[in-house]
């Protein structure tokens, strides 16, 4: 990744690289085995943190094979694109896939500042583990030192909902839980607030690629804070379809932005709930 000439860089992080299928076998996430996909072997992939109107420049190499989907686009979701719509990441509408073995590298402008992410755009490659935070400082942050003080990477936090079937099958080999076997109406369920969702049901999720399902001992993915600062956390939500209700026991939480854009009045509040996509960005003391 190239950054420009600039001493105000966020600093140096990894950018995504080369994307392969995981072993069949995997048994990290919630404990359950299956089928995956990473980016640099990581689940999430690598975070990528720059500074407002940096250049950013990632190459990609596909090294999948084998399974389902083959091509592979990443998307950067957010990102205005201003003159390079082609950098989108959006397969057969801003540019042609990357095929298996083929490399790709992709070159924008970061901006605008906030919280984001980067995910496929292929298929439904991202809901096995094709996406990752995507985090783009203001140096000119106008809540700092008074909404909080500790604004780092160790303080992103990624939830998404975890199926132990590939999005392959989930979604395309069995699609009886969408479209009964006489053609009925997909069948829906409800979600926390009222909303609709499909019939699919809920299996399980993660917070940043650590889960823990019933019969498993895997370890919950740990935040260490200093008790005397207030933090920043950048909360994206990787979900295929689930919402989720967040909450920290015993702690008070302020929404500063959401989707990128300052709230005009950071407020206390029990939660948030969010939906695919959405990013919030809330300090906790």
Not at 183 to 191: A, D, I, K
Request: net charge negative; charged share 20%.
């Amino acid at each position: 990744m190239r950054y420009n000439d600039n001493p105000d860089n966020a600093g140096h992080c990894e950018p995504p690289t080369h994307i392969e299928r995981g072993d069949k076998n995997f048994t990290g996430a919630d404990g359950v085995k299956r089928l995956i996909t990473t980016v640099n072997g990581l689940l999430p992939g690598p975070t990528i943190c720059v500074g407002w109107k940096d250049t950013v420049i990632v190459n990609v190499k596909n090294n999948m094979g084998g399974y389902g989907f083959k091509s592979v686009t990443l998307h950067w979701h957010g990102m205005f694109q201003h003159n390079t719509p082609w950098m989108d990441g959006v397969g057969f509408v801003s540019q042609c896939p990357i095929e298996g073995g083929q490399s790709f590298q992709y070159e924008f402008e970061a901006n605008p500042a906030g919280a984001f992410w980067w995910h496929s755009h292929m298929g439904l490659q991202y809901g096995d583990g094709v996406f990752g935070a995507f985090i783009i400082f203001d140096r000119h942050e106008i809540y700092k030192g008074t909404f909080y003080s500790d604004d780092i990477p160790e303080h992103i936090m990624i939830v998404n909902d975890w199926d132990h079937h590939t999005t392959d099958y989930t979604y395309e080999e069995n699609p009886g839980h969408f479209i009964g076997n006489e053609g009925q109406v997909m069948r829906r369920r409800e979600s926390i607030d009222g909303s609709f969702l499909s019939g699919e049901p809920y299996v399980s999720s993660l917070i940043n690629g650590y889960g823990s399902f019933p019969g498993t001992h895997m370890e919950p993915y740990v935040f260490y804070v200093n008790p005397n600062k207030k933090v920043r956390f950048r909360l994206i939500a990787a979900t295929s379809e689930e919402p989720f209700l967040v909450t920290i026991d015993d702690h008070v939480m302020s929404l500063i932005a959401m989707d990128a854009f300052d709230i005009d009045t950071p407020s206390p509040m029990q939660g948030v709930i969010i939906f695919p996509a959405e990013r919030f960005d809330f300090d906790s003391r």
